[in-house]
């Protein structure tokens, strides 16, 4: 039971996509999203240097993701086990001689959790 989703803005009959998302109705969470960030709205950025940490659900409910723990969820996303996992799929890390999965914490190819938009 996947659903695309488009977030947007109706501005003079016309839609403006800004997020693309697909949910998973059976486990009531986003396989993954897309998103555009227009460039006057660059100024509005989140600029604080902490992340809060990934959930899966709140403290006293297990809605979401209950075949699974937040834990496990951080070690599922891990940049090492994306990489892994890319290995173990194709065979390599590689496109066009560049990591498909970056590892170092200064890198920025790789999938993040629940990210509905940049900051």
């Known amino acids: 039971d996947l659903w695309l989703v488009q977030i947007g ?12 998302l697909c949910h998973d109705e059976k486990v009531f969470g986003t396989l993954w999203t897309n ?10 950025r989140d600029t604080e240097s902490g992340r809060p940490g990934f959930r899966i659900d709140n ?21 090492n086990n994306q990489e892994d996992i890319a290995i173990s799929l194709y065979g ?13 914490p200064s890198d920025t190819n790789y999938f993040a959790k629940g990210h509905l938009s940049p900051d």
Do not use: A, C, L
Request: glycine share 6%; proline share 4%; hydrophobic share 25%.
């Open 9 to 20: 803005w109706d501005i003079d009959g016309s839609f403006i996509e800004q997020i693309r």
């Open 35 to 44: 998103h555009t960030v227009y460039g006057p709205s660059i100024n509005f």
């Open 59 to 79: 403290t006293y409910m297990k809605r979401f993701y209950k075949w699974t723990t937040s834990t496990n969820m951080n070690d599922y996303y891990s940049r």
């Open 92 to 104: 390599h890390n590689k496109v066009n001689g560049n990591p498909m999965i970056e590892t170092h």
